[in-house]
């Protein structure tokens, strides 16, 4: 039996799934999991970097970064009206400032037992724009995963035929 998170617009639910064979043997590699289905992942490659940072599997067939410099840091710009930042907790990991639409929190990735792949911030529901993410190292090594972001704009009004 899996345990597994499933998110609505409002909140996780917890959801089960169970996998059994029929017959023969078989392996399997991995699960894998969509935030929501209108959400668009951003691997860690796919953003921008200021500083030094350092790639390594994620041992799913991923990579991972990790920066132990001063001010490092990892953006991007997209418009959306939500956004998930994924990274990992170990002990010795430090903390990270993530700041998004006029939010800012600390995240502490100072955790044990470790955890990857794990949300580390996920940002209130706001008007859809364009927005900046902006994540900085601000002590002891961070470990940045990936980022969703929903981009749901809404539908465009249609121009008004004109009169004659």
Same mark, same amino acid.
């Given at each position: 039996m899996i345990q597994f998170n499933?998110?609505?617009q409002t909140n996780f639910?917890?959801?089960?799934?169970?996998?059994?064979? *029929?017959?023969?043997?078989?392996?399997?590699?991995?699960?894998?999991y969509w935030?929501?289905?209108?959400? *668009?992942?951003? !691997?860690?490659?796919?953003?921008?970097?200021?500083? +030094?940072?350092?790639?390594?599997? +994620?041992?799913?067939?991923?990579i991972r970064e990790y920066s132990n410099q001063d001010g490092a840091s990892?953006?991007?710009?997209?418009?959306?009206s939500r956004v998930w930042?994924?990274?990992?907790? +170990? !002990?010795?990991?430090g903390t990270l400032k993530i700041n998004f639409a006029n939010d800012e929190q600390t995240v502490d990735e100072n955790a044990s037992p470790s955890v990857d792949c794990k949300l580390i911030y996920?940002?209130?529901v706001v008007p859809f724009k364009f927005y900046e993410l902006m994540m900085t190292r601000v002590s002891?090594?961070?470990? *940045?995963?990936?980022?969703?972001?929903?981009? +749901?704009?809404?539908?465009?009004?249609?121009?008004?035929?004109?009169?004659?």
């Amino acid at each position: 039996m899996i345990q597994f998170n499933f998110l609505n617009q409002t909140n996780f639910h917890s959801n089960y799934f169970k996998v059994e064979g *029929i017959g023969d043997k078989f392996e399997i590699y991995k699960f894998t999991y969509w935030l929501m289905i209108d959400a *668009i992942r951003l !691997n860690v490659s796919d953003l921008f970097s200021s500083g +030094d940072w350092i790639s390594e599997s +994620d041992s799913i067939g991923g990579i991972r970064e990790y920066s132990n410099q001063d001010g490092a840091s990892k953006s991007a710009v997209f418009g959306c009206s939500r956004v998930w930042v994924y990274g990992s907790l +170990d !002990n010795g990991h430090g903390t990270l400032k993530i700041n998004f639409a006029n939010d800012e929190q600390t995240v502490d990735e100072n955790a044990s037992p470790s955890v990857d792949c794990k949300l580390i911030y996920e940002s209130t529901v706001v008007p859809f724009k364009f927005y900046e993410l902006m994540m900085t190292r601000v002590s002891n090594p961070v470990y *940045i995963q990936c980022v969703y972001y929903l981009s +749901d704009a809404p539908a465009q009004t249609p121009a008004p035929y004109p009169t004659p």
